[in-house]
């Protein structure tokens, strides 16, 4: 019975693909298929399959967690007192970042944290919540939905587990013992500034514009962002121009490493602007000024 039906299976499939071949050829005109609706469906199963290890062998949060607080505590060294400009922007970063960890799919504890070096034009995330942005990222913000874009893009490396992927794929290759956090010193710091797979990378673009959205910013903070991008990108690094006093060579040399590791600025905005038009936002085009508050007395910050 069982050989019966797979016979009139087989047979029923064959013949629909003879006659879809026999109707093709006798078509007039040929209608030229691209294929990158193939090629995209390969590299997207291509891309399951080598994080499929990872999601079988997934950590629980609470063990993302204790490896994320191992990595901060290791940026946490700067012991110096802050200016006042820099707590004002520490309190405003943080205000930003806990409103758009409120629409976050995971529930983890986010926290956002400025490195104040003006030479660091990058952001990174740890696995299970913190998200660090460089002063001098925040230098190139023109508008407080910039930086919305920029620390939802770093909540979606946590959210969808670009991050603790990473860790387990770098301890399995250094031969770590995940359930020993202290082995993981063996990682270095910079190893978090480095971008990931570009698809990761097109995916936290992607999910922290919806992200971005859904906590009230504009789509368009990030096209803006990657707009400047392309142009920095052009003007500073392809033609390595003169600073001309607006960026050190130091900033430079850190936005070409950024520009390495992540997709080329004109790819992320032509995204960008396609979910714009696809989920219709055209008109959501209100940015609010980026504005760090902060009060002095006595030459002291008051919060």
């Known amino acids: ?10 047979f029923l499939v ?3 693909a003879l006659a879809g071949l026999y109707w093709s050829q006798r078509r007039a005109k040929s209608i030229p298929v691209s294929p990158n609706a193939i090629l995209n469906m390969a590299a997207d199963a291509q891309r399951d399959l080598s994080r499929l290890p ?14 994320g ?3 901060a505590s290791r940026y946490a060294s700067e012991t110096r007192p802050l200016t ?14 806990a ?6 799919r995971r529930h983890l504890p986010y926290t956002f944290t400025v490195l104040h070096d003006h030479n660091m034009l ?3 995330s740890l696995p299970g919540g913190p998200v660090y942005i460089g002063e001098g990222m925040l230098d190139l913000m023109t508008n407080e939905d910039e930086l919305a874009s920029v620390l939802a893009h770093e909540v979606e490396h946590i959210d969808h587990y670009h991050c603790v992927e990473r860790v387990q794929v770098e301890a399995q290759l250094r031969k770590l013992d995940l359930d020993v956090v202290g082995a993981l010193v063996e990682i270095p710091l910079d190893f978090w500034q480095a971008g990931y797979h570009k698809d990761e990378e097109f995916e936290a673009d992607r999910e922290g514009m919806y992200l971005a959205v859904q906590s009230g910013y504009s789509p368009y903070g990030a096209a803006d962002l990657f707009e400047r991008f392309a142009k920095l990108c052009d003007e500073y690094v392809i033609h390595a121009k003169s600073p001309d006093e607006e960026l050190s060579q130091l900033a430079i040399q850190s936005l070409s490493g950024y520009f390495r590791s992540h997709p080329l600025p004109s790819e992320r905005l032509a995204q960008a602007n396609r979910i714009i038009a696809q989920e219709h936002w055209e008109s959501r085009t209100a940015r609010k000024p980026f504005h760090v508050a902060y009060e002095v007395r006595n030459g002291e910050f008051v919060k």
């Open 1 to 10: 019975m069982k050989r019966s039906v797979a016979f009139v299976v087989f």
């Open 122 to 124: 990058n952001a990174f």
């Open 54 to 67: 990872m999601h079988l062998t997934r950590l629980s949060d609470e063990q993302e967690v204790a490896i």
């Open 14 to 16: 064959f013949g629909f």
């Open 84 to 97: 006042a400009e820099e707590q004002g922007l520490e309190k405003y970063v943080r205000r930003v970042g």
């Open 69 to 71: 607080r191992e990595f």
């Open 99 to 104: 409103n758009i960890a409120l629409h976050a």
